[in-house]
C-alpha cells in the first residue's frame, strides 16, 4: 500500500513512495505559490549520496487558548546518522501566564515518516491526519530531573485548518554559508482550530484555542544561518500573516498574508524589517530582538506591524566545539498593525502570536555598559544557569552584532565529517557534530578594571567594539537599551578557521566602547576557553 514504511535498525525502508512536486507561480512583484496538499506535509527526505549529513526537516506547532500558550516541534537532522550525531527530537514548550515556562526535549532513537501525507513517528512523539484536512499530533517526555525534563509532558492535540497552506519558500533558496544548500518552507496551516490536552506533571490543560503550524525541510548546515520568524492570525476574520527573515550570505525576508479568501506574498525586496530593541538572557548569555517593525508594500497592498516580545524562552541543539552550536529563541508576542489596500480599504489587527529569534553560539563575551555619579562604567553582569537543550527551531534574522576584518583561509566548501585539524589553504569540511552538555564557569579575569562612561551618555547609541589582537578581526554589537552586549564567533568565523573561530585559546582581546565614532574607553580581556562564557565585569 502506498505510504506504507518500515523501521529496521533505526533505518527506514520505504515499500512505495511517490515524490511530490511542488507546482507553482511565484513571481517577484509578489505573486504567490498555488496552495499546498497534504503531500507537501509529508517527509521529503531521499538520499542523494552528497550532502545528506546537512539534511534537516521539521513539522512546528503552536497554540495559544487565553493563559496558555504552547510550542511543539518535531525535528529531523542528518537521518541516516552519517556523521554519527543525528538529531532525532520532539520537544515541547508550555507558557502559563504568571508561572514558570516548561520545557521538555527528548532525543529518539528511531524514526518513521511517510512520503504521501502528513504521517510522523517519532519513538512515542508524532503526527497522523486526523481526516481529509486535520492533524492530530501527539506526544510524551518523561520526567528526568534534568535542565532538559524539569516536568513530564504530554500533549494529543487536533489541528484542524480555517485558512487554506501557502508556500512561504516555493522553491529551493539558498539560505547559508554553503554552496548549494537551501531550504522550503511550507505554511500549512496558517491559522487552525487547536482542541485537545495538555498533561503536565499531574495537571491537565483542557485546549481549545488558536493555532499554527508549518514545516521546514532541505540541506544546510542547521547551526549556520541567523533567523528571525513571527506569526499571527485571526481565523474568525480569515486574517493570518507569517514571516521569515534568514541571514546567510545574503539577506532573505519571506512574507506573505491571507486576507479576505487571498493570499498576498510580497518579494524580499518588498519587505523591510527593523529591529528596534533588543534584550539580553542570562542562562545563554546572548542578546535577542524584543521589538520589530515591519513596513511591506507590493503595489496592492501595505502593511505595517509592530511586534513586541513578551515572553520568551531560549533552547539549544548542541554541537561539540569548536563548531557553534544554536540557541533558539520561542517566543509569545503582541503583534499589531494595519493593512491597506490600494483601492482604500483597511485592515486593523492587535493579537497575540509568536515570533522566534535563532543565532549561533560558542563562546559569548558579554557585559553591561552603565553610568555611575563617577562617570564608572559598570559592567555587573549575572552568572545564572542557562536551560540547556538539544533541539531547534529555525525560521531568520537580524543580529545585532557585526564583523569585520575578518582573517579568512582560501578553503573550499564540501559536506563530510568534521575533524579537529589545523586549516590553511585545505578543503573546509562540514558536519553535524556530537551533542555536548556544557557546565557553568566562574568569571573571566579583566585586565583593565574600568572603563569609562559619561553619565550624560546614550547607552542606546552605544557599541561595544571586540578586536583579537592575534588576527585582527573586528566585531562589533550594539547595547540593549539596558546597556547589555554580547560578542560571539558565528558560522563564517568556523568556516575561516575550523579549529579556533574568532578566537584561540589565551588570546587577548581589546574591548573598546563607541559612542557614535568616538572611542569613550578600552580595555582588554584574556580567552580562557575552558570557560562555556566570559563576562566583562568591572569595579565599580
Known amino acids: 500500500m502506498d505510504g506504507e514504511f518500515e523501521m529496521n535498525d533505526c ?29 507537501d506535509d509529508a517527509y521529503h527526505y531521499m538520499k542523494n549520496g552528497v550532502d545528506d549529513q546537512i539534511y534537516n526537516e521539521w513539522w512546528y506547532f503552536n497554540g495559544i487558548d487565553n493563559d496558555t500558550q504552547f510550542m511543539i516541534l518535531y525535528l529531523v537532522s542528518d537521518p541516516e546518522n552519517l556523521t554519527g550525531s543525528r538529531k532525532l527530537q520532539s520537544w515541547a514548550v508550555v507558557l502559563e501566564d504568571g508561572k514558570s515556562p516548561i520545557i521538555g526535549v527528548r532525543q529518539s532513537r528511531g524514526f518513521g515518516g511517510d512520503f504521501n501525507s502528513p504521517t510522523f513517528d517519532l519513538d512515542q512523539s508524532g503526527f497522523s491526519p486526523s481526516d481529509s484536512s486535520g492533524i492530530l499530533i501527539h506526544g510524551s517526555i518523561p520526567k528526568k530531573g534534568t535542565a532538559d525534563a524539569p516536568s513530564s509532558i504530554k500533549w494529543d492535540l487536533d489541528y484542524q485548518p480555517s485558512l487554506a497552506p501557502w508556500f512561504g519558500i516555493p522553491v529551493q533558496s539558498h539560505i547559508g554559508h554553503l554552496k548549494g544548500d537551501w531550504m522550503k ?234 575533524t579537529n585539524s589545523t586549516q590553511t589553504n585545505s578543503t573546509q569540511t562540514n558536519s553535524t557534530q556530537s551533542n555536548s552538555t556544557q557546565s557553568n564557569s566562574t568569571p573571566s579575569k579583566i585586565d583593565s578594571p574600568q572603563l569609562m562612561l559619561a553619565e550624560s551618555a546614550d547607552i542606546g547609541a552605544i557599541t561595544v567594539m571586540a578586536e583579537n589582537q592575534r588576527t585582527g578581526q573586528k566585531k562589533t554589537a550594539k547595547a540593549t537599551s539596558e546597556g547589555w552586549f554580547s560578542l560571539d564567533a558565528d558560522y563564517v568565523d568556523f568556516l575561516a578557521e575550523s579549529t579556533a573561530p574568532w578566537v584561540a585559546n589565551n588570546d587577548r582581546i581589546t574591548l573598546s566602547i563607541l559612542d557614535g565614532g568616538r572611542t569613550i574607553s578600552r580595555s582588554n580581556l584574556t580567552i580562557n576557553l575552558s570557560e562555556e562564557k566570559q563576562e566583562v565585569r568591572f569595579a565599580e
Open 11 to 39: 533505518r527506514i525502508s520505504f515499500r512505495h513512495f511517490v515524490v511530490s512536486i511542488l507546482l507553482f507561480a511565484f513571481l517577484l512583484s509578489g505573486a504567490l505559490a498555488v496552495d499546498a496538499s497534504p503531500k
Open 185 to 418: 518552507w511550507l505554511v500549512y496551516m496558517p491559522a487552525a482550530n487547536v482542541s485537545g490536552s495538555i498533561v503536565v506533571d499531574n495537571q491537565t490543560l483542557n485546549i481549545d484555542g488558536v493555532g499554527y503550524h508549518d514545516h521546514c525541510w532541505g540541506r544546510w548546515a542547521l547551526n549556520d544561518p541567523t533567523s528571525v520568524w513571527l506569526e499571527t492570525s485571526n481565523p474568525v476574520e480569515g486574517f493570518s500573516i507569517s514571516l521569515a527573515e534568514i541571514t546567510g550570505e545574503q539577506k532573505n525576508t519571506f512574507m506573505g498574508l491571507k486576507y479576505n479568501d487571498k493570499t498576498v506574498a510580497f518579494s524580499s525586496k518588498q519587505v523591510k524589517l527593523n529591529v528596534t530593541d533588543f534584550a539580553f538572557d542570562p542562562g545563554t548569555c546572548v542578546v535577542y530582538p524584543a521589538k520589530y517593525e515591519v513596513v511591506a508594500e507590493n503595489g496592492e497592498y501595505r502593511l505595517d506591524l509592530m511586534a513586541k516580545v513578551k515572553k520568551s524562552v531560549p533552547i539549544r541543539l548542541d554541537y561539540q566545539p569548536p563548531a557553534p552550536s544554536l540557541v533558539v529563541f520561542g517566543q509569545v508576542a503582541d503583534l499589531q498593525g494595519v493593512l491597506k489596500e490600494k483601492n482604500g480599504g483597511e485592515y486593523q489587527f492587535d493579537a497575540a502570536g509568536f515570533t522566534g529569534y535563532s543565532s549561533p553560539l560558542l563562546h559569548p563575551i558579554y557585559g553591561k555598559v552603565g553610568s555611575e555619579k563617577d562617570d564608572l562604567a559598570q559592567v555587573n553582569l549575572s552568572q545564572s544557569n542557562s536551560t540547556q537543550s538539544n533541539l531547534t527551531k529555525t525560521n531568520s534574522t537580524q543580529t545585532n552584532s557585526t564583523q569585520t576584518n575578518s582573517t579568512q583561509t582560501n578553503s573550499t566548501q564540501t559536506n563530510s565529517t568534521q
